[in-house]
């Protein structure tokens, strides 16, 4: 029993606790917050109601309505 104790302890170990989704992955450097979309601005939506989109142009994220294509800083719609 005892090696099943400390097989659980490592895996314990290995599991990123709560709140690893608002976290960068290390190595990752981060990301460039672009900004918020028209459309989103516009309608005046909270935060937590925005998606983010890649722009790989601007090697960055923007925030947005879920339909929304178009980078606010480049102007690229093609991701």
């Not at 925005?50 to 093609?78: D, K, L």
């Amino acid at each position: 029993m005892a090696e099943n104790d400390e097989n659980s302890d490592k895996d314990a170990a290995r599991v990123l606790k709560f709140p690893a989704s608002r976290t960068n992955p290390p190595g990752s450097g981060g990301f460039t917050h672009l900004g918020t979309g028209a459309m989103a601005r516009y309608l005046g939506m909270r935060d937590r109601q925005m998606t983010g989109h890649w722009c790989s142009r601007c090697r960055g994220i923007w925030f947005g309505y879920a339909f929304e294509v178009e980078c606010p800083c480049c102007g690229n719609r093609h991701g």
